[in-house]
Structure formats: C-alpha cells, structure tokens
C-alpha cells in the first residue's frame, strides 16, 4: 500500500501524482544542494495544496508532517498570498513547493532535513511563516520573467511548455541582472508593445475598416439599405460604403546587435539588454525572427529565436543575454557585417539590424552601405550617451538617449516599426 497523504482526492499510487510529487523533490534537492530529503507524498501535498483551488485535508490521514505543512499553507495569510500565484499553475507550484521545502530545509540541521524532520516541532509557525515568503517572492520573480519571455501574454510560446524549464527559469530570475532589467521593464506596459500590423490592399484579404468607392465586391451590407436612387447617385459618384480589405503584410526579422564593449559597464549594459528584451517581446508578438549578438572588438554567438517561438530557445536566449558582462574593446563594423553576413546567409530580407553602442569607434561607411542594400536591410542605431557622425550617415534611423529609463526603451522599440 502507498504512503497515505494529507489530501482527499488524491491517489498517491498514481503516476501522475508520483511524477508531481518526484518533480518537486527532485527540484528541491537541487536548490537546497542536496539537503532535502523528502518523499514524494509530502513534495506532492505541497504541490496540490498550491495548485488545486479547494484542497481538503483528510483528518483521518496518519502523515501528520504532511498535514501540518498543509494547514501551514491554508491558515497563513502568506500562503494565502502564495496559493494566488500558483493555483492552476502547474510550473508556479512546482517552483513554490520546491523553494519551500528547500527554505524549510535551512532552518533544520543538514543530517535531519527529512520528511519526518520537516514537521519537527522544532520549526515554529514564524520559521514557516519566512519560508512562505522566501517561496512567495521567488515565485513572482519567476512569473516576471515567464510573462516577460511569452511575449507579455501568456501562450505565445506554444511549441513546448515552460515547465520542463523550472530550474532554469528559476536560475535566471535569481540573476541580479535579469532582476534589474526586470526593474527596468517595470513602466513598460504590454500594449505599449504592441504589434503594427501592415497591409496590401486585396479584395480577398481580411476586413480591416471602411472606406468610399464603387467596387460592387467589396460592398457593406448598410449601403444595400439606400433607396435606388440614393444608392445609383452614390454608385456615380463613388460614395458607396466598402469594406476595406488587405492582406497582411509579414515584417522581417529584427537583429539586434549589443556593444559589450568595457566603455558600456554598468548602466549603459544594463539598459541596452532591457531594450533586446523588449525588442524580443515586439518580435513574438509580431510573429518576427528574433536575432541576437553581442560584440566588443569582435562578435560573440548568435542567439536566434524564430516564431513559433520554442521554449528551449527562449531560455537559451533569456540565459545569455544574463550572463554576459562589459569587457573588451569595440569594433563596430565587424559586427555590422557579420550582422548582415548573417541575414544573407539565412536568405532574410526587410530586416531591422538595430544596433546599441555608445559609439567609441569610427565606421568603414562603404561595406556598411553595401551589405545593407544586399539584404534589402536598415540600420537603427541606438547611441547610448554618446555620438557617431559616420554611423549617423549610414543609419536609416539614428538615436541618441541621455537618459536610460524605460520611456527611453519605448522610443527605440517605436523605432523598429
């Protein structure tokens, strides 16, 4: 017979339940270094008590551990808050269950952090209580960072789910440079980033608005209401209500193209990954490939994100742009080659190639010109508390930000468009 939990209405013996529970334990072990040792009833009485949106205790159940670690959660007004994070939430669960056994496991001597030791008396409510918030606020960074990577609206990453990524995620949102582009971020509003859309006029393409004219095809229904003689004098006169109809036109990709030069530490780098971010969030809104690169006197990897946006990308992409850091010297015009090498190579055309630097190197102007009218491409140059006369003739847009906040983040993804 399995272990009997603290639930009604859960099989234990189930392998989904088993899973949960294993996931949670597992995730746990790695977080707390190999400290928690607790079996998967207790991982998933956690887990359902976070995720389902009416547990019940079973008051029958022998498991005391398991029912007071629940009861914890359901008398608490931090658990109260937590179980808003995570109900119906399959990956918020996990994470908050897992922090929480891991949190619960500090506060107990390492050769006794097990399932039994965990509803020890020697954890008062107050030890629980600060796990709850510990779990609580790691919780939020992660969801911050989720809602930031699907596009500032959840289901847009949808070839594979973002809870095979938990660890991940959770490593990225305890970066200290992810939390500050989170803060950032924090006055950029997803409609602020919202896709536009281009059209070309077709007469079978999707409806899109009015307008006035004679193309019987396109006839709104009201102007079918006219009298005859008020519809034939439109009709002459070219005043008949038509649908407006146009098929949407696909955008390029965007490429940006990040100086991480030693002249850009600090603020300067801190803002410029903002402004990716945000770019990649116009990007999966917009259905556009995502491309990054990173440059000092020479460029770095190349980090692609396509759309439909996969997961496993996404987290790749989110990684590097948390772990590089300023150093080197600056090369400009090797990465804006490289950069449209790159495009010609993947047969992209109509691209954007936006490039944030604070400019401290002179551009060869010709190759720059020529690439970029070989890949039908344009360049928008973002100089972060700088200037660069010869950037500024090449570049079909060009801007330059004195101050690094995120109304300054709007204007250069307004640029994109």
Same mark, same amino acid.
């Given at each position: 017979?399995?272990?009997?939990?603290?639930?009604?209405?859960?099989?234990?013996?189930?392998?989904?339940?088993?899973?949960?529970?294993?996931?949670?334990?597992?995730?746990?072990?790695?977080?707390?270094?190999?400290?928690?040792?607790?079996?998967?009833?207790?991982?998933?009485?956690?887990?359902?008590?976070?995720?389902?949106?009416?547990?019940?205790?079973?008051?029958?159940?022998?498991?005391?551990?398991?029912?007071?670690?629940?009861?914890?959660?359901?008398?608490? %007004?931090?658990?109260?808050?937590?179980?808003?994070?995570?109900?119906?939430?399959?990956?918020? %669960?996990?994470?908050?269950?897992?922090?929480?056994?891991?949190?619960?496991?500090?506060?107990?001597?390492?050769?006794?952090?097990?399932?039994?030791?965990?509803?020890?008396?020697?954890?008062?409510?107050?030890?629980?209580?600060?796990?709850?918030?510990?779990?609580?606020?790691?919780?939020?960074?992660?969801?911050?960072?989720?809602?930031?990577?699907?596009?500032?609206?959840?289901?847009?990453?949808?070839?594979?789910?973002?809870?095979?990524?938990?660890?991940?995620?959770?490593?990225?949102?305890?970066?200290?440079?992810?939390?500050?582009?989170?803060?950032?971020?924090?006055?950029?509003?997803?409609?602020?980033?919202?896709?536009?859309?281009?059209?070309?006029?077709?007469?079978?393409?999707?409806?899109?608005?009015?307008?006035?004219?004679?193309?019987?095809?396109?006839?709104?229904?009201?102007?079918?209401?006219?009298?005859?003689?008020?519809?034939?004098?439109?009709?002459?006169?070219?005043?008949?209500?038509?649908?407006?109809?146009?098929?949407?036109?696909?955008?390029?990709?965007?490429?940006?193209?990040?100086?991480?030069?030693?002249?850009?530490?600090?603020?300067?780098?801190?803002?410029?990954?903002?402004?990716?971010?945000?770019?990649?969030?116009?990007?999966?809104?917009?259905?556009?490939?995502?491309?990054?690169?990173?440059?000092?006197?020479?460029?770095?990897?190349?980090?692609?994100?396509?759309?439909?946006?996969?997961?496993?990308?996404?987290?790749?992409?989110?990684?590097?742009?948390?772990?590089?850091?300023?150093?080197?010297?600056?090369?400009?015009?090797?990465?804006?080659?490289?950069?449209?090498?790159?495009?010609?190579?993947?047969?992209?055309?109509?691209?954007?190639?936006?490039?944030?630097?604070?400019?401290?190197?002179?551009?060869?102007?010709?190759?720059?010109?020529?690439?970029?009218?070989?890949?039908?491409?344009?360049?928008?140059?973002?100089?972060?508390?700088?200037?660069?006369?010869?950037?500024?003739?090449?570049?079909?847009?060009?801007?330059?930000?004195?101050?690094?906040?995120?109304?300054?983040?709007?204007?250069?993804?307004?640029?994109?468009?």
């Amino acid at each position: 017979m399995p272990a009997r939990g603290a639930l009604k209405g859960i099989d234990y013996s189930s392998p989904l339940v088993k899973y949960r529970g294993e996931r949670v334990s597992r995730l746990a072990r790695i977080i707390s270094s190999g400290a928690v040792e607790a079996d998967y009833v207790t991982s998933a009485d956690i887990f359902y008590t976070l995720y389902l949106p009416a547990p019940l205790v079973n008051e029958e159940s022998e498991d005391v551990v398991s029912r007071r670690l629940v009861y914890s959660i359901l008398l608490s %007004s931090r658990g109260a808050a937590l179980r808003g994070r995570t109900v119906l939430d399959a990956l918020a %669960s996990t994470i908050a269950a897992s922090v929480l056994l891991a949190e619960l496991s500090k506060k107990l001597d390492a050769s006794s952090t097990t399932s039994r030791a965990l509803g020890s008396p020697r954890l008062d409510e107050e030890e629980i209580e600060e796990a709850l918030s510990e779990a609580l606020r790691q919780v939020d960074l992660v969801k911050k960072v989720r809602f930031l990577a699907e596009g500032l609206q959840p289901g847009t990453v949808s070839v594979s789910s973002f809870e095979d990524y938990g660890l991940e995620l959770l490593k990225l949102a305890r970066e200290a440079d992810i939390q500050e582009i989170l803060r950032i971020l924090e006055g950029v509003k997803h409609w602020d980033l919202r896709a536009s859309k281009k059209y070309a006029r077709s007469k079978r393409g999707e409806k899109h608005g009015y307008v006035l004219g004679t193309d019987i095809e396109r006839l709104a229904p009201r102007s079918l209401a006219y009298p005859d003689e008020l519809f034939y004098a439109r009709l002459a006169s070219g005043k008949l209500v038509l649908y407006e109809k146009g098929v949407q036109i696909s955008s390029g990709p965007v490429y940006v193209l990040v100086d991480k030069s030693g002249s850009m530490e600090g603020e300067k780098m801190l803002w410029a990954k903002a402004v990716a971010l945000a770019l990649y969030v116009k990007c999966i809104r917009s259905g556009r490939d995502f491309y990054l690169r990173f440059f000092d006197s020479q460029p770095h990897p190349l980090v692609k994100v396509s759309t439909p946006a996969k997961s496993s990308d996404v987290v790749r992409a989110f990684d590097y742009i948390a772990r590089v850091k300023s150093a080197g010297g600056t090369d400009i015009t090797r990465a804006l080659v490289r950069a449209f090498l790159d495009l010609e190579e993947s047969g992209s055309e109509e691209a954007s190639v936006v490039l944030i630097t604070d400019g401290i190197d002179r551009v060869s102007e010709r190759p720059v010109v020529e690439l970029s009218k070989k890949t039908k491409s344009r360049l928008v140059t973002v100089m972060v508390k700088g200037s660069n006369q010869s950037l500024k003739k090449v570049s079909a847009k060009y801007m330059a930000v004195t101050r690094l906040t995120s109304s300054g983040v709007l204007k250069v993804v307004s640029l994109v468009d």
